[in-house]
Structures are given as C-alpha cells and as structure tokens.
C-alpha cells in the first residue's frame, strides 16, 4: 500500500510517500481501507519530534473508511461497515490497521469524508464547551483562532449553548467565516495589541467566563488578562508555540482564576466516554446544529503541503488528507 512514511522527525519535509506491506488485523483489531485522513495539529508534533515516537512510523491519528478484514474479538464490527475514529495512528495511508475499542461507527446520514472530520476536534470541542467548562447561557467566551479547524467548532458549540462568543483571527476572510460559526465580535489580533482590553470593553468590563487558547505563547498574556474573576482558561494548545512556565500567582492576580492545559485522551478515558462525546457530534451534525467546513483536500502524496500550509496559516476550518 501507499504510505506517509516518517524515517527522521524534522519539518515537513520528513512526510515521504512509501510503497510498503499492508498491515494485518490482530485479535480486536480491524483492517480499514481509508477513505480519508484528518490532518491535525497533533501530526505535526509526531513529526517534528515534540512529542516523541518509536520510528519508523505512519503519522495521523484521525481517519475514516470501509472495514476490510477483522481480527478475532472485534466486538462484532464486520467487514463491510463504516467506521471514524480519533485516537488511532497510522492514518496517512491506503489502509490502516485501527483497535475496535478506538473505532466508531459511522452513523446512516453522515458521509465518510465528514467523519473524517469531525472526531478530533469535534470531540475536542465538545469536551472544552461541556467538560472543562460548562458553556452557560448568556455569558461570554473568547475563541481564539476562530476560523480554524477547532475555532470553527468551538465558535458554533459554544453559540448552541447560548454564549455570546468573541473570536480572534488573523484575516478578513477568516472574519468572515468567525462570523458565519456564529461569532457576535470577532477581534483581528494582528491590528489589536490589546486584544484583552477590546475584550473588556466588549463586555462592559467583565471580562470573558473561559478563554479557549489553541494558539498559545502569543496569545496567552491576553488570554489571563481577557478573564473574568474567577474565570477558566482552556489552554488546549500551542499553534504559536508553547507557553513558558507560568508563576501561579498570576492567576490570583488575574482574579482567581483558572488555568488547565487538557488533551484529548484524558477526555475520553473510557469506551462510554468515546462512544458519548462521538454519538453527541454525530447527533449535531445530522441535526444540522454543527457545520463541519473542510478547507483543504490533498492527496495523500501532498501531506507535506497539508502540515506546510496548517502551520502557516494559510488554512481554515478541516484538512483532509485522500489516499486514493
Ligand atoms: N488539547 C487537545 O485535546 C487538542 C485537540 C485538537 C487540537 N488541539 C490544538 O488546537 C490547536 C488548533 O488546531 P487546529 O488543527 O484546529 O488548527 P487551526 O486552528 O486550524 O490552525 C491554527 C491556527 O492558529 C492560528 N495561529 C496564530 N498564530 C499562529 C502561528 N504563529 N502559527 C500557526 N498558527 C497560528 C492561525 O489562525 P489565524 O491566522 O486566524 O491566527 C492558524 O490558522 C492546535 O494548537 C492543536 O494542537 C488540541
């Protein structure tokens, strides 16, 4: 089969097309012929380095396909059946070996593309708006990123809970598409160089009830300073860069604040988690209450313009990556 093959970690110059075996099913596994990858952030740092893997290795850790072959215990998936999932690795491939407990099927009504690309960050999105911090009526949010693959999300499920939402972007067309998620303001943080006083003023000097930072080192001074007393930042991640450590008295001065730095996995800890969180996307989706916008199709034998392309900026909403 045909396979984005990591040798070396570095820049995305590593993502090398490979003719390699197709791999086999063992007991509880299943064989997926994939139709399409998600192509993450979380990519990027397997083949960079920052987080370190065994190599050689096949990146990408959400996909989406047709069952081909099972193995023993596969808790009755069978060949022929749709399935999506996000916590699996070596998805930048024709075909991809995925455990039946990190397998989700894909429901009646959803096509495959569009679970492709709704699991990671769906779910991600919906543990920060329902988990972290439990989005409420009538308050504000800030989404930074908002025209982003997570932003996006994060924008339409936190307005579905009723908040009002305040998004940052870097351009007039990704405005543009803050604003249809649902974003009430949207602030250009390249022109604003105080993105937390345009926050305060937004809100009659409130302040925001949670931040949710995807972006990181340069976002995070205004994130803490944009927070109501007693408010949540959900730093999820470090698009920018990583926050350098951070003295905790900073956030009783900030107004006793909150500060969690969360990841997926540790959202959906069980089989019953998973299964919610995805059952509650998919459910949004075919309700038509949560718009999944894919940005950007490549071909697999173009994944390293896909990481090029995500990490400067130049994307919106989903990338997919399609290997056949
Ligand atoms: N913790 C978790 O469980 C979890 C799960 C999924 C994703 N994440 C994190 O969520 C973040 C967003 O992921 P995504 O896949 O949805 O990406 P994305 O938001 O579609 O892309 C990143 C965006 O960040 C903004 N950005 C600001 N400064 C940047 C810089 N210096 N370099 C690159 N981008 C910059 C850009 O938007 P503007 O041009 O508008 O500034 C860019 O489009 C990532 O940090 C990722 O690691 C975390």
Known sequence: MRAIHITETGGPEVLRLAELPDPEPGPSQ???????????????????????MPLPFIPGAEGAGTVTAVGPDTGGVAVGDRVAWATSLGSYAERAVVAATQALPVPPGVDTETAASSLLQGMTAHYLTVSVHAVQPGETVLVHAAAGGMGLLLTQ?????????????????????????GAADVIRYGESDDVAGEVRRLT???????????????TFDASLAALRPRGMLALY??????????DPMRLKAAGSVFLTRPVLEHYVATREELTW????VFDAIRDGSLRITIGGR???????RAHEDLQ???TTGKLLLLPH
Not at 30 to 48: E, I, K
Not at 206 to 216: E, F, L, P, Q, T
């Open 30 to 52: 299943l064989l997926v012929d994939v139709a399409a990858a998600g192509v993450n952030y979380l990519d990027t740092y397997h083949r960079s380095g920052a987080y370190p």
């Open 157 to 181: 499920l936190a307005t579905a809970r009723g908040a009002r939402v305040i998004g940052t972007v870097s351009t007039p067309d990704k405005e543009r598409l803050a604003r249809e998620a």
């Open 204 to 218: 009659g000097g409130d302040g925001a009830a949670a931040v949710y930072d995807g972006v990181g080192a340069s």
């Open 237 to 246: 991640g470090a698009a920018s860069g990583p926050v350098p450590p951070v």
């Open 277 to 280: 969180r995805a059952a509650e």
């Open 298 to 304: 490549y071909p697999l034998a173009e994944a390293r």
């Open 312 to 314: 400067n900026r130049r």
